[in-house]
């Protein structure tokens, strides 16, 4: 039921670069609505990560970095570790829906 | 540091109402400049926003709105949930999170910032 699309999953090696689109639509992402980004780690509750597109909160590695480019948004990590092998999930506002919204998650994988 | 915690039963039978409680430390949830929020992930799956309550209202996941009551107690520092006529399909981890404004503007969004360790809630038939 999300309207947040994401890969179900992305691998990389560690020191590698991956990135995670999440793709929504003109009454979401495309309207101009922000962009959140967390992470899971397996087991536990999700955890802020990326906030109005771009910015990380503290405490957060300057490894992990978001972006948008029209009805999508981005999140890139670089210098892959193995602490973040997680599930990551996006999250905006449906207009047509009036409903907070999340991505469909995107598993990531440190080969 | 701000600390949520969600309580209530872990097993709730088809057809019933489903209660939770958050209890908020480290802070306080009255005024105007946090919103307080439920979201579910249902056993191998994503997330889902069920709902949000904040000092002047609520806002419900359109879909869940009929069964769907939230409200704060401030004199106790907690906000609760309560989800009726439920189905084995709202079975999940119900996680209670607060919201934050970063900035203003009309497509600007409270982010999930702080958030609960979630409790795992069962229902049977």
């Known amino acids: 039921q999300s309207v947040l699309t994401q890969p179900p999953s992305v691998s990389g090696a560690p020191g590698q670069r991956v990135t995670i689109s999440c793709t929504g639509s003109?009454?979401?992402?495309?309207?101009?609505?922000?962009v959140h980004w967390y992470q899971q780690l397996p087991g536990t509750a999700p955890k802020l990560l990326i906030y109005?597109?771009?910015y990380r909160p503290s405490g957060v590695p300057d490894r992990f970095s978001g972006s948008k480019s029209g009805t999508s948004a981005s999140l890139a990590i670089t210098g892959l570790q193995a602490e973040d092998e997680a599930d990551y999930y996006c999250?905006?506002?449906?207009?047509?829906?009036?409903?907070?919204?999340f991505g469909t998650g995107t598993k990531v994988t440190v080969l | 540091q701000l600390q949520l915690q969600e309580s209530g039963p872990g097993l709730v039978k088809s057809s019933e109402t489903l209660s939770l409680t958050c209890t908020v430390s480290?802070?306080?949830?009255?005024?105007?400049?946090?919103?307080w929020g439920w979201i579910r992930q249902p056993p191998g799956k994503g997330l889902e926003w069920i709902g949000s309550?904040?000092?002047?209202?609520?806002f419900y996941k359109q879909s869940l709105k009929s069964r769907l009551t939230i409200s704060l107690d401030t004199s106790k520092n907690q906000f609760s949930l309560k989800l009726s006529s439920v189905t084995a399909a709202d079975t999940a981890v119900y996680y209670c999170?607060?919201?934050?404004?970063?900035?203003?503007?009309?497509?600007?969004?409270?982010?999930?910032?702080?958030w609960g360790q979630g409790i795992l809630v069962t229902v049977s038939s």
């Open positions: 480290g802070g306080s949830i009255s005024g105007s400049s946090f919103y």
């Open positions: 999250q905006s506002y449906d207009s047509s829906l009036s409903d907070y919204v």
């Open positions: 999170a607060r919201q934050y404004y970063y900035g203003s503007g009309s497509y600007i969004l409270p982010s999930f910032d702080y």
């Open positions: 309550v904040y000092y002047s209202g609520t």
């Open positions: 109005g597109y771009t």
């Open positions: 003109s009454s979401d992402i495309g309207a101009g609505y922000d």
